[in-house]
C-alpha cells in the first residue's frame, strides 16, 4: 500500500548552488552523494535535471544511477524539464535534443513522469496545435513507460492552472497530465477552493510543495529560486492545500521543491534533511 506521506526531493532540493541564469544547472554535488542523501533524510523519491543526466550518462551510465536508485530505496523518479515541445524552428531543434535525453532516461531509470513546461509569458500558440503537441507528447511518454506532468509556472504562458488542466481534459491521454506546484498557484493568485474545481483528479500526476512570503521580491523568476522557504516558515497555508489536494484524491508522494539563497548554501545532507524534517512535519500537522 501507498505510503501517504512519501516525499519526493525535486532536483533542486539536493542540487546545492546552482541557480540556471546565473551558474548554470550542473550541480557540484556527486548523483551518489545526492541519492545517499536524500534516502537518508526520509526521501523515497528523487528528481534529476537534464544537464545532471547528461553527465551521468556520460560519466557513469543510467544503470548505475538505477542501482543507486534500488540500493537507496528510490522507488519514484521524475525527470525535468522539457519545454518548447510544441514550438517550431530552432526552439523546436533544441527541445527535440532534450526531449530525446528526456525519453531515454526515463526509460532507463523506470522514470514516473517527465516534467514538462509551458514556455514564457508572451508565448502564443493555436489551441489546436497545442493539443495535438501535446497528445504526440504523451503517446512519445507512454511508448517508454512514463507520463508528462504539465507544469504550468505563474511566469509561463499559462498563468495559472486553468488551461493546462482544459488541455490534458481535451487531449484526454492517460499519459499526459499535471504537474501541480504551491508556488505557481500562490503566485497565480488562485484560491485553493478554485484549485479543487478546476483540477481533473484523474490527471494530477505530481504535486509540489514549498512555502514563500506573500509578496514578491525581484522578477517572478528569481523569487521562485531565491526567496522559497521550508514548509510551514511562510504565507502559503501549506497545510491547506495538502488538504485540498488529498480531497481530490492524491495520495503522493509529495514533491519537495525547495530554493533559496540559503537552502543553496548548505552541504547536501543538511539540505534534504531539513527540507524533508519540514515537509513531513506539515504533511502530519494536515491529516
Same mark, same amino acid.
Given at each position: %500500500? ?16 546552482? %541557480? ?34 547528461? /553527465? ?9 544511477? #538505477?542501482?543507486?536508485? @534500488? ?39 523506470? #522514470? ?14 493555436? $489551441?489546436?496545435?497545442?493539443? #495535438? ?15 508528462? /506532468?504539465?507544469? $504550468?509556472?505563474?511566469?509561463? %504562458? %499559462? ?46 500526476? #505530481? ?7 506573500? @509578496? ?40 519537495? @521543491? ?30
Amino acid at each position: %500500500m501507498a505510503n501517504p506521506d512519501a516525499l519526493l526531493s525535486t532536483c533542486w532540493t539536493s542540487a546545492g548552488d546552482v %541557480m540556471p541564469l546565473r551558474n548554470g544547472d550542473l550541480s557540484p554535488f556527486g548523483i551518489r552523494d545526492r541519492v545517499a542523501a536524500a534516502a537518508e533524510a526520509g526521501f523515497s523519491g528523487f528528481g534529476i535535471t537534464h544537464t545532471d543526466l547528461v /553527465a551521468v550518462r556520460d560519466e557513469v551510465g543510467f544503470p548505475a544511477l #538505477a542501482r543507486e536508485f @534500488e540500493r537507496h530505496g528510490i522507488t519514484t523518479v521524475e525527470v525535468e524539464y522539457l519545454d518548447d515541445w510544441w514550438c517550431s524552428g530552432e526552439r523546436r531543434s533544441r527541445s527535440d535534443v532534450v526531449r530525446a535525453d528526456l525519453l531515454h532516461a526515463a526509460e532507463a531509470l523506470g #522514470a514516473s513522469h517527465i516534467k514538462a513546461g509551458a514556455g514564457a509569458a508572451g508565448d502564443t500558440v493555436e $489551441p489546436d496545435v497545442l493539443r #495535438a503537441e501535446f497528445a504526440a507528447l504523451a503517446r512519445e511518454a507512454a511508448a517508454v513507460g512514463t507520463r508528462i /506532468a504539465l507544469e $504550468p509556472a505563474a511566469f509561463s %504562458m %499559462m498563468t495559472t492552472i486553468e488551461p493546462a488542466a482544459r488541455l490534458v481534459r481535451d487531449v484526454a491521454h492517460p499519459a499526459g497530465g499535471l504537474l501541480v506546484d504551491i508556488w505557481h498557484i500562490h503566485r497565480s493568485s488562485m484560491s485553493y477552493q478554485d484549485l479543487e474545481r478546476i483540477l481533473p483528479p484523474e490527471y494530477v500526476f #505530481a504535486v509540489e510543495i514549498n512555502d514563500g512570503y506573500r @509578496e514578491v521580491t525581484g522578477t517572478l523568476f528569481e523569487d521562485t529560486f531565491d526567496n522559497r522557504l521550508y514548509c510551514g516558515e511562510g504565507d502559503f497555508d501549506v497545510a491547506s492545500f495538502v488538504k485540498s489536494l488529498r480531497r481530490l484524491g492524491f495520495t503522493g508522494p509529495w514533491g519537495v @521543491e525547495m530554493m533559496s539563497r540559503e537552502h543553496r548554501t548548505l552541504d547536501v545532507r543538511t539540505a534534504t534533511k531539513q527540507a524533508a524534517a519540514a515537509a513531513a512535519d506539515l504533511l502530519a500537522s494536515a491529516r
